[in-house]
């Protein structure tokens, strides 16, 4: 019998396993694949060492995953400053505003539609330092109207990589969060500072349009020197010996007896347990259990999600247009958003080489859409194919769940007891890995309060 049960081991199931460990608890993580890590890994192809996508991990200096570190990793990542995030056209990069100062003068976009779209900003910023709900209210309804088609490809863009959708489905509220506008709310019960102290801090720091005017995005973003392996490998180094996992073990069975939960089995055997922690889609849980309430059922019949095409290409030579640390979006025709990762780290690309990867959204064959990221491609580095001597296709989900407008989150508490969720689906706040720490410090949270983690019980 153990204490918990977690299904899966992404890096959000990692994290809770290590953190219900470092309580004490007898944790046994259930993997269906050969490996650990899900969406946060690297491997090496011909030489080059790919991530499972670009990442940037955002709220580095105090967010989430800052105080799931500080609290239970044995020994931190270093952490290399992300760099800039840059727009490319065809006649080269520029940097993207961070400010309505930057905004200005950003003539990647005409003049005129510049100035509505920083009058639109200050407008949603407004309304949300005022307290007003813009998490229904979509981007597109916010948008003046007469802009250049340009300027709505750019928005569009911007909304995909908020998340995942286009920007008639994404919120207002995810542009202000997401872009680190206004901040990620970070107060939990975890951190060891009181709570009291960190509401003031809060409120301090949400003068919203101040931040508007004098915000600096990459100061809380970096990049693990090494790739994103060196982040699980930290994960794994730190877990303590209670914690045990197994590999190449699906679930396909969370057990109930008279409506609570007890276990898990797989093809080969059951487990006992008290908690389970599932980590996996929530979209899967009616596949994995019968006993959901009907409500909850419908709920996660509207769990939205979007997919993600990642081109990996090993270069002969470091190419000048690579020439820097950050990432580009692309926003004409077929978007993309690229990071030269090699620019991190020696060890990414063999000696003299360099590893670039572009992500597209996929919303069509997967066929069609490689045929129109490579006519991006061509058009945007004319000259590419004679450098390329190593390409790599990913197709993947990022999120579990896209905070669309209409899109269901669950919270990680489920309707039965002893069950739980963690992971990119069950947390609204903030992006990937940190949306996904979000998400295990509320498992924390909830089982405190729900009295799992008091001595005499598990
Ligand atoms: C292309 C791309 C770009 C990204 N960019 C960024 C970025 O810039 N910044 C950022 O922070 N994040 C980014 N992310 C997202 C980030 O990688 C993920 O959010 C994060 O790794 C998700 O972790 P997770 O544990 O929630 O889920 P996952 O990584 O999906 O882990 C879930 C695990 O559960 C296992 N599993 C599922 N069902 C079962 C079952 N029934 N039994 C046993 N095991 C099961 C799966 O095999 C998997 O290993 C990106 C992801 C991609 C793909």
């Known amino acids: 019998m153990y204490d918990v049960i977690v299904v899966g081991a992404g890096i959000s199931g990692l994290l809770s396993a290590l953190a219900l460990g470092k309580h004490g608890k007898n944790v046994l993580v259930l993997e269906k694949s050969g490996h650990v890590g899900g969406n946060c890994n690297s491997y090496c192809v011909d030489g080059f060492w790919v991530d499972t996508g670009p990442h940037a991990i955002t709220h580095l200096l105090k ?38 100062r930057e905004f200005v003068t950003f003539d990647a976009l ?7 779209l920083s009058q ?55 542009v202000l ?25 809060q409120i301090t720091n949400i003068t919203g349009i101040r931040r508007l005017i004098t915000n600096k995005t990459s100061h809380a973003q970096a990049y693990p020197r090494g790739g994103l392996k060196a982040l699980l490998n930290s994960v794994m180094h730190s877990l303590p010996d209670n914690v045990e996992i197994k590999t190449n073990a699906c679930v396909n069975r969370i057990l109930v007896e008279g409506g609570v939960v007890c276990g898990v089995s797989t093809d080969d055997e059951s487990y006992d347990a008290e908690v389970v922690v599932h980590s996996g889609f929530a979209k899967d849980l009616p596949v994995l259990i019968e006993d959901l309430p009907a409500k909850y059922l419908h709920d996660l019949g509207q769990i939205d999600q979007a ?28 978007a993309y958003w690229a990071m030269p990762i090699s620019n991190y780290s020696s060890t990414i690309a063999p000696k003299g080489k360099q590893l670039v990867g572009f992500m597209f959204v996929v919303e069509d064959s997967v066929k069609r859409e490689k045929k129109r990221a490579w006519a991006t491609l061509h058009r945007a580095f004319p000259n590419i194919e004679r450098y390329i001597e190593m390409t790599h296709y990913q197709v993947t989900t990022p999120e579990k769940a896209a905070v669309s407008i209409d899109g269901y989150i669950p919270e990680v508490r489920t309707p039965l007891k002893n069950l739980y ?38």
């Open 421 to 458: 969720l963690v992971g990119t689906d069950a947390a609204a706040e903030s992006m990937g890995i940190t949306r996904a720490a979000y998400s295990v410090l509320d498992l924390i949270k909830c089982m405190k309060e729900d009295g799992y983690m008091m001595s005499g019980r598990l």
């Open 177 to 201: 969060y997401g872009s680190s506008f206004v901040r990620d709310s970070a107060m939990y019960e975890t951190s060891d500072q009181p709570i009291a102290d960190q509401l003031a801090e």
């Open 110 to 116: 005409p003049r005129k539609d510049r100035l509505m």
């Open 120 to 174: 639109a900003l200050t407008k949603a910023l407004t309304l949300s330092t005022f307290g007003i709900d813009t998490s229904k209210t979509s981007i597109y309804s916010c948008l003046p109207r007469h802009l250049s088609k340009q300027t709505y490809d750019f928005v569009d863009t911007i909304a995909y990589f908020l998340s995942g959708k286009s920007m008639r489905e994404t919120s207002v509220y995810r």
């Open 63 to 100: 967010g989430p995953l800052r105080m799931l570190m500080d609290k239970y990793f044995d020994y931190i990542p270093a952490f290399v400053d992300y760099g800039t995030y840059y727009v490319r056209t065809p006649t080269g990069i520029r940097p993207i505003p961070s400010n309505l």
């Open 307 to 334: 997919l993600s095409m990642c081109i990996w290409l090993g270069l002969s030579k470091q190419m000048k247009e690579f020439d820097y640390t950050g990432s580009e979006i692309w926003f004409q025709e077929k």
